[in-house]
């Protein structure tokens, strides 16, 4: 986008959002791996009112707009984001704990960090939700992707989910129109999930906390700590496990810039400080290259990879 248009983006969206809204805003600012190019216009709208806004705009002037999230599980390219970004703001993360018919419910905002709202159902001895204490991402983000960890994952606790279509409009998809995957969740095109209903079950919280422990506990043995990363880079293939097959490849700490492979755990890059999507990105292709050589399997990236390459 030319800086004209953005300045014009920007000006438009500027009373809106109350002056929540630049141009040029790096990236790297907002993502848990400390990487990433400016974005043509930011946003940071605070109701669904303000989204819908700014999904209107878009269509209007036929720019892409990108919802951020939490900002793990991304890499974005060093050139940054073409149009609008969208990280939502505090009015995204609020919830409500109700009860219907003797069932526990949750309803979060999409910028609810999972982790936060696992500790919080714990909290009122609801279950259901312990995987997440090892999920650093948010709601919508969590959703989009089913994210899952030590067993668990989103598909197994939602209800339903609210969010906004192409045009702008408000929908709520019920469970039984959710179709879910390894890794993803199929929602209908270009719909921006603005937040989710998970349903929990009521349990001693001593058993609660002892499995969220044992998460915490996992995490921490296992994951790299100290350095911005996105969390694993590729999915699991089959049965098999893709820390494991790039460990085979002897790539643990193979570095590219200022890009590593863990030590700790061969599927996790960890950003040194000041590596680029460059780096991460040439450290992925080695060891799907050397993975397939080896072991003739091809890795599928978990991480999502957006922007300019």
């Given at each position: 986008?030319?800086?004209?248009?953005?300045?014009?983006?920007?000006?438009a969206?500027?009373?809106?959002?109350?002056?929540?809204?630049?141009?040029g805003?790096?990236?790297a600012?907002?993502t848990s791996?400390?990487?990433?190019?400016?974005?043509?216009?930011?946003?940071?709208?605070?109701?669904?009112?303000e989204?819908?806004?700014?999904?209107?705009?878009?269509?209007?002037?036929?720019?892409?707009?990108?919802?951020?999230?939490?900002?793990?599980?991304?890499?974005?390219?060093?050139?940054?984001?073409?149009?609008?970004v969208?990280k939502?703001?505090?009015?995204?993360?609020?919830?409500?704990?109700?009860?219907?018919?003797?069932?526990?419910?949750?309803?979060?905002?999409?910028a609810?960090?999972?982790?936060?709202?696992?500790?919080?159902?714990?909290?009122r001895?609801?279950?259901?939700?312990?995987?997440?204490?090892?999920?650093?991402?948010?709601?919508?983000?969590?959703?989009?992707?089913?994210?899952?960890?030590?067993?668990?994952e989103?598909?197994?606790?939602?209800?339903?989910?609210?969010?906004?279509?192409?045009?702008?409009?408000?929908?709520?998809?019920?469970?039984?129109?959710?179709?879910?995957?390894?890794?993803?969740t199929?929602?209908?095109?270009?719909?921006?999930?603005?937040g989710?209903?998970?349903?929990?079950?009521?349990?001693?919280?001593?058993?609660?906390?002892?499995r969220?422990?044992?998460?915490r506990?996992?995490?921490?043995?296992?994951?790299?700590?100290?350095?911005?990363?996105?969390?694993?880079m590729?999915?699991?293939?089959?049965?098999?496990?893709?820390?494991?097959?790039?460990?085979?490849?002897?790539?643990?700490?193979?570095?590219?810039?200022?890009?590593?492979?863990?030590?700790?755990?061969?599927?996790?890059?960890v950003?040194?400080?000041?590596?680029?999507?460059?780096?991460?990105?040439?450290?992925?292709d080695?060891?799907?290259?050397?993975?397939?050589?080896r072991?003739?399997?091809?890795?599928?990236p978990?991480?999502?990879?957006?922007?300019?390459?």
């Amino acid at each position: 986008m030319a800086g004209g248009e953005a300045e014009a983006v920007t000006v438009a969206l500027a009373q809106t959002l109350d002056g929540r809204v630049c141009a040029g805003e790096p990236l790297a600012r907002h993502t848990s791996f400390r990487i990433g190019g400016p974005a043509d216009v930011f946003a940071t709208p605070d109701s669904v009112d303000e989204l819908a806004a700014i999904v209107r705009v878009c269509a209007e002037r036929n720019l892409p707009l990108t919802i951020l999230g939490g900002g793990s599980n991304l890499l974005v390219g060093d050139g940054g984001i073409h149009g609008v970004v969208v990280k939502l703001g505090r009015g995204f993360r609020r919830t409500l704990w109700t009860t219907d018919e003797g069932v526990a419910y949750v309803r979060a905002g999409a910028a609810v960090q999972m982790g936060r709202l696992a500790r919080a159902a714990a909290g009122r001895g609801l279950a259901g939700l312990e995987y997440a204490e090892g999920i650093p991402g948010t709601v919508g983000g969590a959703l989009s992707m089913n994210a899952g960890a030590y067993g668990g994952e989103v598909a197994t606790a939602v209800d339903r989910v609210f969010g906004l279509d192409a045009d702008g409009v408000e929908h709520v998809i019920p469970r039984e129109r959710l179709a879910f995957t390894y890794r993803r969740t199929a929602l209908p095109r270009g719909f921006l999930v603005t937040g989710a209903r998970f349903r929990l079950a009521a349990d001693e919280p001593a058993r609660i906390d002892e499995r969220m422990a044992a998460a915490r506990q996992h995490r921490l043995a296992t994951q790299p700590q100290g350095r911005p990363n996105s969390g694993s880079m590729f999915k699991n293939p089959g049965q098999d496990r893709a820390g494991r097959l790039i460990e085979a490849g002897g790539l643990k700490g193979e570095r590219i810039g200022s890009a590593r492979i863990s030590e700790r755990h061969a599927n996790f890059i960890v950003n040194e400080g000041g590596a680029r999507a460059a780096d991460v990105k040439a450290l992925m292709d080695l060891a799907q290259r050397v993975v397939w050589e080896r072991s003739g399997v091809w890795l599928e990236p978990e991480v999502r990879l957006v922007g300019r390459w």
